[in-house]
């Protein structure tokens, strides 16, 4: 079983919808949770991180953390062209000192 | 400018050949890593480095160097390249934790190996 797994999508909404994005990973010791966005031919870029459960909010950009379910997710709302991308789920753990991705979900919305 | 700067952007090259990619931060940060991009696998950290003269192995470290003689710079080599090592190579740094950002990534280089 793989630590993180990620629905691979790729996911094709109108604009304006609200996406939900998931992970689930399998190892207790990590601590960090991030997601990154990652446009076509650059780095990816943080969005959003956390190290509790529970729900934080960035604008239109929510992430969910269930530590017990072990499983995060994002939400994006009132979807925008320019949302457009790769997105990423994370773990870190201090142990490790390095992060553990997800396999990516291909976001597009389309006008 | 401050940031993480990767280059070549672009690389083409033969197998068997050697190939170097080119790290370069401006953040002091001590932590660095070499991540390798494929479809289907997401991103596979290759090796890091904790501090100068400090390196470790990832999930995929074989057929590739590192060394870290700078805090700042971080080259990867290929001393062979195999068409299997055809990916997109992302380089990235850290200070661990000490704000919000864990890891801040290059743009890549895209390396075809014929």
């Known amino acids: 079983q793989k630590e993180v797994e990620q629905d691979p999508g790729p996911l094709s909404v109108p604009e304006g919808a609200i996406v939900s994005l998931n992970c689930t990973y399998s190892?207790?010791?990590?601590?960090?949770f991030m997601w990154y966005r990652q446009y076509s031919r650059k780095g990816p870029e943080l969005l959003m991180y956390t190290y509790s459960s529970g729900n934080k909010e960035d604008g239109r950009f929510t992430a969910q953390v269930d530590k017990s379910s072990k499983y995060i997710s994002l939400f994006i709302r009132d979807s925008q062209p320019s949302d457009s991308a790769t997105y990423l789920c994370?773990?870190?753990?201090?142990?490790?000192?390095?992060?553990?991705f997800g396999q990516g979900t291909i976001l597009t919305v389309h006008p | 400018d401050a940031g993480i700067t990767q280059s070549p952007r672009y690389k083409i090259t033969e197998t068997g050949r050697q190939v170097t990619l080119m790290c370069h931060q401006t953040w002091s940060h001590s932590y660095m890593f070499w991540y390798r991009q494929d479809l289907g696998h997401g991103l596979r950290l290759i090796y890091y480095s904790a501090a100068a003269d400090i390196t470790d192995k990832g999930e995929v470290p074989d057929g590739y160097v590192v060394s870290r003689s700078k805090t700042e710079n971080f080259p990867l080599t290929l001393e062979s390249a195999t068409r299997s090592q055809t990916s997109v190579y992302f380089c990235?740094?850290?200070?661990?934790?000490?704000?919000?950002?864990?890891?801040?990534f290059g743009d890549g280089t895209r390396l075809s190996i014929l």
């Open positions: 190892n207790s010791a990590f601590q960090y």
């Open positions: 990235a740094s850290s200070d661990l934790g000490q704000d919000e950002q864990p890891q801040h």
């Open positions: 994370a773990w870190w753990g201090t142990s490790y000192g390095k992060l553990t």
